[in-house]
């Protein structure tokens, strides 16, 4: 257990739908990034958050918002979902430390 | 922006030695990371250069150069659990001292380790 989690692990929707994907970074932990990583591809930054307060913003799409809540919590909500966004999504929390960015498990959408 | 590239997929043999080269072009530097990822699996975290030079640990090494943009991973005694993919990332400096930036990944080498 990295102690950064997300929930949930799965899922799976139509297109057109909207979804929301949770984060809890390490305890301490104020910064949260997200990650796309589709089928063979690397990871994609989409955005980050420090201690509720958007920091950085990669190739979000405009369908995509998150937003870090007071707990430090982090949801990545996903709208007018589309086939191509069906990927891995991961969550990542740094408190600076030179270890880096501890990485959640990530949660697989498939959308059909 | 950045270009960070590496080689897709690397092929050795189990007890062998494999190096694993990243070249990246950055706006900003802060730092370069290498990490594991198993198939389906989060990337864990291997090692950290921010200074040239090489950093060891046990039977992973990373070396770093930050005038020529590059850095390697070297795996020695290949085992068996050591395929998997290998990704280079480079760090933003953040906008702000009180944060770490993004990191920036390469797509990842795939090592094959064979017996």
């Known amino acids: 257990d990295s102690g950064v989690t997300q929930t949930p692990k799965h899922l799976i929707t139509a297109t057109g739908q909207r979804v929301t994907l949770r984060c809890s970074p390490r305890s301490g932990d104020l910064s949260v990034y997200w990650y796309q990583q589709s089928l063979d591809q690397g990871l994609q930054f989409l955005i980050q958050?420090?201690?509720?307060?958007?920091?950085a913003k990669g190739n979000i799409l405009e369908r995509f918002s998150a937003q870090q809540f007071p707990d430090l919590h982090s949801e990545l909500n996903l709208s007018s979902l589309e086939l191509g966004d069906s990927a891995l999504y991961f969550c990542?929390?740094?408190?600076?430390?030179?270890?880096?960015?501890?990485f959640g498990s990530g949660t697989r959408l498939t959308v059909v | 922006g950045q270009n960070i590239d590496q080689p897709t997929e690397m092929t050795a043999t189990e007890g062998a030695i494999v190096q694993i080269n990243c070249t990246y072009q950055t706006s900003g530097f802060n730092g370069l990371f290498w990490y594991q990822q198993h198939a389906g699996e989060a990337p864990t975290f291997l090692s950290y250069?921010?200074?040239?030079g090489l950093e060891e640990k046990g039977r992973f090494s990373s070396f770093l150069s930050r005038s020529k943009g590059y850095s390697y991973l070297l795996l020695k005694e290949l085992q068996m659990k050591d395929s998997a993919s290998y990704l280079c990332a480079v760090r933003d400096p953040g906008r702000r001292a009180d944060s770490w930036g993004k990191l920036q990944f390469g797509a990842g080498t795939q090592v094959v380790v064979t017996p």
């Open positions: 250069n921010v200074l040239d």
């Open positions: 958050y420090y201690n509720g307060e958007e920091r």
């Open positions: 990542a929390s740094s408190v600076g430390s030179r270890h880096g960015y501890t």
